[in-house]
């Protein structure tokens, strides 16, 4: 048997987890205040996934750069080669918020999308 120490972002509380795991199969979890957690122990362990946020370069704009995030959770071995192709990217003002930024990031199917409005600068 081997033992992982976790801890718990089901909710705001924190906890400190102990899973138990055997056949690379979670048994048992302690630690956990509410349900959450032995939820959260099983998907770190199985298939750890992360939202990812971050910000990309905004031409003609300001601010001269948007956050971004991914809509959902990915995979959290995708997120170097997300935040790669997110290198290079460069908007054009203006940037809405919801705004895809990219379709399938890193073929996880998941959409990066803008969480910031930049208003386009005026050129006259």
């Known amino acids: 048997m081997e033992q992982k120490a976790l801890v718990c972002i089901g909710c705001p509380l924190g906890c400190r987890l102990e899973v138990t795991i055997e056949n690379s199969e979670v048994l048992h979890v302690t630690g956990q205040s509410c349900k959450k957690g032995w939820a959260?122990?099983?998907?770190?362990?199985?298939?750890?996934?992360?939202?990812?946020?971050?910000?990309?370069v905004v031409e003609n704009g300001y601010p001269e750069v948007a956050s971004v995030k991914t809509e959902k959770d990915i995979p959290k071995n995708k997120?170097?080669?997300?935040?790669?192709?997110l290198k290079?990217?460069?908007?054009?003002?203006?940037?809405?918020?919801?705004?895809?930024?990219?379709?399938?990031?890193?073929?996880?199917?998941?959409?990066?999308?803008a969480t910031t409005n930049c208003e386009a600068l005026d050129t006259k």
């Not at 919801?98 to 999308?113: K, L, P, Q």
């Open 40 to 56: 959260y122990a099983f998907k770190e362990y199985t298939n750890p996934t992360r939202i990812l946020t971050t910000t990309v």
């Open 79 to 85: 997120l170097f080669e997300c935040i790669k192709e």
């Open 88 to 113: 290079e990217v460069s908007l054009t003002a203006p940037v809405h918020i919801n705004d895809i930024v990219i379709t399938n990031v890193a073929n996880t199917g998941v959409n990066v999308i």
